[in-house]
């Protein structure tokens, strides 16, 4: 959160029960906890819940687990296809995750072209590593 991750600031001040939050906002920010506890069979169910109700950050969350191979098999390509999801949603982060994932060619085909436009995306919603990394092109 300190970092300017606007997203953990405010999944930090719904742990905190400060703030303004939606029920969806609370649901993520306790399967974040769930996760950052270990505790990830949890997480990854109530992940995919959150996903399951349309809510895009559900997505992202499951394919960074997936990259990482924390909690399930670890598989590029599963989470590729999880952010490429959440990206059409207009999730930025999973926007700004698939752009990587194309520029570097790990878990899809390297597309520049591509990875430009979802990074592109990723800013113009205020994500920031994503608008720090275009200002570095």
Same mark, same amino acid.
């Not at 905190?16 to 906002?25: H, S, V």
């Given at each position: 959160?300190?970092?300017?991750?606007?997203?953990?600031?405010?999944?930090?001040?719904?742990?905190?029960?400060?703030?303004?939050?939606?029920?969806?906002?609370?649901?993520?920010? &306790?399967?974040?906890?769930?996760?950052?506890?270990?505790?990830?069979?949890?997480?990854?169910?109530?992940?995919?819940?959150?996903? &399951?109700?349309?809510?895009?950050?559900?997505?992202?969350?499951?394919?960074?687990?997936?990259?990482?191979?924390?909690?399930?098999?670890?598989?590029?390509?599963?989470?590729?296809?999880?952010?490429?999801?959440?990206?059409?949603?207009?999730?930025?982060?999973?926007?700004?995750?698939?752009?990587?994932?194309?520029?570097?060619?790990?878990?899809?085909?390297?597309?520049?072209?591509?990875?430009?436009?979802?990074?592109?995306?990723?800013?113009?919603?205020?994500?920031?590593?994503?608008?720090?990394?275009?200002?570095?092109?």
């Amino acid at each position: 959160a300190e970092l300017g991750d606007e997203g953990a600031a405010k999944q930090l001040a719904v742990l905190d029960g400060k703030g303004e939050t939606t029920p969806a906002d609370s649901r993520l920010a &306790e399967a974040r906890r769930l996760e950052g506890d270990g505790k990830l069979p949890e997480a990854i169910a109530a992940y995919r819940a959150i996903a &399951e109700a349309g809510d895009a950050r559900g997505l992202t969350r499951l394919a960074w687990l997936y990259e990482a191979g924390r909690g399930v098999p670890r598989s590029l390509d599963e989470a590729a296809r999880l952010f490429r999801k959440a990206a059409d949603a207009g999730e930025a982060e999973g926007q700004y995750a698939l752009s990587v994932m194309l520029d570097t060619g790990a878990g899809q085909a390297k597309n520049p072209d591509e990875a430009l436009r979802w990074l592109r995306a990723s800013a113009t919603s205020g994500y920031q590593p994503a608008v720090e990394a275009l200002k570095a092109r």
